[in-house]
């Protein structure tokens, strides 16, 4: 019987440095940073040095603390907090916690046993759900601190496998780091590790649906992409793929192994394809039934396992056996890798329930693949619902069936941006939703656009002859916009790359909630649909249903202090206030500051796949200084170490109006070796003269003007040159034309042309603004049509 090959390991210090720790007899303190704290308590005196699902880095530096005992309990003091504990079974009255700081007036004190008010974190899963569903704890709040109870999770071993938790041992994290919502996900990850560097083709679009597809219908639907112009770089091909109408002694088909060769003649060949055409390729597999014994991987498991085959006994699916589940990698996955299969989508729906009380199957799946895929130098993916504090180290997460409605569409950004709070940056959800609902052109076209500034965008459908996502099954306006959106994701691959490198080594998630930018703003938190999306932008979707009146659809925003330009519409805005922002369905708000700095792929209608471009677009917003760091890499590994990524430095300096790109450091072998840049200066003062110098020979350089702004295009240069282009002293935005937004908006109204000159009359007058602002708003417009017409007068102060 050949023996089962071991499973991988996981790194961890899960001990904690002797002076971070103070204890009694049946308590332990243990002060991991100056605002995250352990606290153990444990009648036997037993505490748990095992590293669990959420902790897996204990051995941190000290933090500067003062400790003083008091009877038989103690005072723990840091630069954030101040505990009180009476030593005795911690209590709401024996064991409490004070934020130091101005944090609130009276909310910033934890005490044990108390409900904490955090702004909460993410959910196992969205099936389901039609609109808002209750939330996990998160690790920040506005009153200073939040908890994580880790009593019950499951622990790792020595030697990488899993023990149960009953719970009966009280093992709290308590974070205490007042608005410093950063600072607390910073300390999250200390101890929880950093969420790894995703594949590049992971960030492209990916094809899915629940559609018993055969391989030429497979073959006519990339090829169509391919002449539409739709670009993708991952196809999800789901449960069809395997054998599901199968003898009813056996069970159902939902969990399978073995390709339906009737839909699948040469499974090695269609992957082959599959591949020429730049694409990655993932399976749906439901585990949860086990191993049958008409499954072509029953005899090598039955072999592997000791059993008779001959028998037919079925296997049952059991991740608490360390040989079941090596044979589960090494037999029936493992065949399938070889045959082309680049990572596993695991559709676990069968619960948290094993063998052994305390043991998560999900758990177990994502932990123990995620590893496994990383074997002999691969980057790591798995794709699998949210387990729990911790998940963030297995991603891509899929957060599971949602349903057709706008009411779903609703929740989605802020279920995806309050995921950040518990570190979990990485979700895919259904764009467009799953099931049920119904056909809704419009629907469709903001899902869609939510999920081009969404961390994974990945298009899926239910099993429904009628629901499906491609562009082409819509009118032709949602099918415009569609492709064109779909271009522009793959268009942002080079700044998300950047990002996703960003996350990998400083916790910082491509999406976050606006608060963890603005953690002093009142208004960060009044606006849980509108998020950070990496180091440049601001995206506020749209996700109502538009107007009648106006033919836009609108969303409440708040500006932060400064200069807005609205990368995809061209609008220019004064900040910090509030302000209701319409959109036609060609573009949603997508807002850059003064000194954005936007790295794009050139090419307008990018191919398949992701692969570092031969030719970058760059925009750069002039008012103040930007810096960006274009990060790239080959592919291979972590992805981390500085061998094995490029990193070109792009900076904008406004007071000489001086934009300069290089030298790039790391390896140049992982890109071309030449390319071409072109930089657009959005809403650029017209006066502005670029001049531009290349240190290498013979590089042509133009400069082209349009209503968009001003563009310099370089030819090709050599990988490590340096670039600069000059604009003059202090350039300036250029004045945004008013009077040609507003005729446009009254244009497109379906409303009284008397009305339409009454309002253009009113709002173009040679009158004070506030005069204006309040004439029209007496005219009793109608709410959408007044925002609209105000959001035009008062985009910039005069």
Known sequence: MPT????????????????????????????????????????????????????????????????????????????????????????????????????????????????????????????????????????????????IDDSASMVFEDDGWVAPRDGSREDLYVFAYGHDHRGALDAFHAVSGLPPLLP?????????????????????????????????????????????????????????????????????????????????????????????SYEDGYAAMCEMLGRDAAAGDPIAFDVTDRDFLAAYFGVLHRRLEDEGVDFWWLDWQSGPYSRVAGIDPLWMLNHFHFLDSARDGRRPLTFSRYAGPGSHRYPVGFSGDTVVTWESLAFQPEFTATATNIGYGWWSHDIGGHYHGYKDDELATRWLQLGVFSPVLRLHSGSNLFNSKEPSRFGPVAREVMTSFLRLRHRLVPYLHSMNHRAASQGRALVEPMYHAFPGEDAAYEVPNQFVFGTQLMVAPITEKHDARTQTGSVRAWLPPGTWVDVLAGQVYDGDREVVLHRGPESIPVLAPAGAILPLDADEVPANGAANPDGL??????????????????????????????????????????????????????????????????????????????????????????????????????????????????????????????????????????????????ATADLPLATRVATLSAMDLGRPLETAVLEVVTARTP
Not at 23 to 50: K, M, N, S
Not at 83 to 111: A, C, E, I, N
Not at 217 to 228: H, K, M, P, S
Not at 236 to 245: A, E, I, P, R, S
């Open 200 to 292: 590049r083709y992971a960030l492209g679009n990916w094809w899915s649906r629940y559609h018993a597809y055969d391989e030429p219908e497979y073959r006519r639907l990339i090829d169509r992409f391919e002449a539409e112009g739709v670009p993708f770089s991952v196809a999800v091909v789901d449960m069809d793929w395997h054998l599901v109408d199968v003898d009813p002694v056996h069970g159902s088909g939902w969990t399978g192994y073995t390709w339906n060769r009737d839909l699948f003649p040469d499974p090695e060949e269609f992957l082959a394809f599959l591949h020429e055409r730049g694409l990655r390729v993932t399976l749906n597999v439901h585990p949860a039934d086990g191993v049958r």
């Open 617 to 762: 677009e760059v925009l750069v917003v002039v008012g103040a200084d930007g810096a960006f760091d274009l990060v790239e890499d080959d592919g291979e590994g972590d992805g981390l170490a500085p061998d094995r990524h490029l990193v070109t430095p792009i900076r904008y300096d406004q007071a000489s109006g001086t934009l300069v790109v290089g030298p790039a450091t790391g390896d140049t072998a992982c890109v071309p070796s030449e390319r071409s840049w072109t930089f657009t200066f959005g809403r650029l003062h017209p006066g502005a003269e670029p001049l531009v110098e290349v240190d290498a020979p013979q590089v042509d350089a133009r400069t082209i003007r349009d209503a968009r702004g001003t563009q310099v295009v370089v030819g090709t240069v050599p990988v490590g040159s340096t670039i600069t282009v000059r604009l003059g002293g202090s350039p300036s935005l250029g004045a945004d034309d008013e009077s040609a937004r507003l005729f446009d908006l009254l244009d497109r109204a379906q409303v009284e042309y008397d009305l339409k000159e009454q309002v253009h009359a009113v």
């Open 4 to 147: 089962p090959p071991p499973l991988p390991t996981l790194d961890t210090r899960p001990v904690a440095a002797e002076g971070a720790v103070v204890q009694g007899p049946d308590w332990r303190i243990t002060v991991l940073t100056d605002g995250l704290v352990r606290l153990e308590h444990a009648a036997d005196g037993v505490f748990e040095d095992r590293a669990s699902t959420f902790a897996i880095v204990r051995d941190l530096p000290v933090p500067d603390l003062t400790v003083t005992r008091v009877g038989q309990g103690v005072e723990v003091v840091t630069d954030r907090f101040r505990l009180s504990y009476d030593g005795r079974p911690f209590s709401t009255s024996g064991l409490s916690l004070q934020v130091r700081g101005d944090v609130s007036s009276y909310h910033s004190v934890w005490r044990h046993g108390q409900p904490t008010q955090d702004l909460r974190g993410t959910a196992r899963t969205l099936d389901e759900a039609d609109g808002a569903i209750p939330l996990e704890p998160g690790v920040v709040s506005r009153y200073g601190f939040s908890v």
